[in-house]
């Protein structure tokens, strides 16, 4: 009776669906989408130095799901943290130009955790580490006022 058990648990063994290695950082789709947001983030900038908040508020907000799927993968790609990092970046400024202060420090403070713990580490990734102090001093200064 054991053989049997030993034999049946084999078998299903063997059947089991192989594990995943695929490196979902090289699939078309996040390539693409990586590209798509990079290219969203550049039109929302052009829209908030235009004076056009909402049209760049809108891009944003479609942008935001694209982000969430690329940063769900096991190990996101430095194009992909980019990406979020200048979406978060750039709704921070427009909430810190509302004098949303709070709001604004809870978006750069997403870049500071990013980049803070990003291996491995640049001069990119550090430069945005330290611009994302800088940004929550800012806030922190006028939320001190």
Known sequence: MRVLA???SAI???CSAPSSTRDATKERWYVETVTKVAQMNRDAEASFKNG???QAAETIEQAEPLVARLLSVPH???EA????SDLDDLYGRMLLSNRHYGWARLQFQKN???WRHWDPQTPDTERRFKQALAEIAECDRHIEE
């Not at 943290?81 to 979020?84: P, Q, S």
């Open 52 to 54: 056009k908040s909402d």
């Open 12 to 14: 299903l063994a063997g």
């Open 76 to 78: 996101p790609s430095l």
């Open 81 to 84: 943290a980019e990406a979020a």
């Open 112 to 114: 500071l955790s990013r």
């Open 6 to 8: 030993l034999l049946v």
